[in-house]
């Protein structure tokens, strides 16, 4: 079973940048696709983006060209960089390890606690 921890939510103005960070802890990091989803008071937990263990990186429409995916096999950490935030960007992210299934990502059980991102206008 891996363990994530998510770090590096904060308060930030429309416009700014933030860069969320989950440590993960087990031996099959490395070979497993990671994502980033995130939730909104009152809305279900959208994906945000995901990274395959070789590179490959898909996103959300909402967030294409503002936010990078990015991991780290040797620290065990997957990156959110998340720049031009939005006030609709205001959620609880949450670091998942998925599995490949047909080229699709789907998320596991496998869930951090979250770190709460608020965008201010």
């Known amino acids: 079973q891996v363990q994530l921890v998510e770090s590096g939510g904060g308060l930030v103005q429309a416009g700014g940048s933030l860069r969320l960070s989950c440590a993960a802890s087990?031996?099959?990091?490395?070979?497993?696709?990671m994502g980033w989803y995130r939730q909104a008071p009152g809305y279900q937990r959208d994906m945000v983006a995901t990274i395959t263990s070789g590179g490959t990186t898909n996103y959300a429409d909402s967030v294409k060209g503002r936010f990078t995916i990015s991991r780290d096999n040797v620290k065990k950490t997957v990156y959110l960089q998340m720049n031009s935030l939005k006030p609709e960007d205001t959620a609880v992210y949450y670091c998942?390890?998925?599995?490949?299934?047909?080229?699709?990502?789907?998320?596991?059980?496998?869930w951090g606690q979250g770190t709460r991102v608020t965008v201010s206008a």
């Open positions: 087990g031996s099959i990091f490395s070979i497993n696709p």
């Open positions: 998942n390890v998925g599995v490949i299934r047909a080229s699709s990502y789907y998320p596991t059980n496998s």
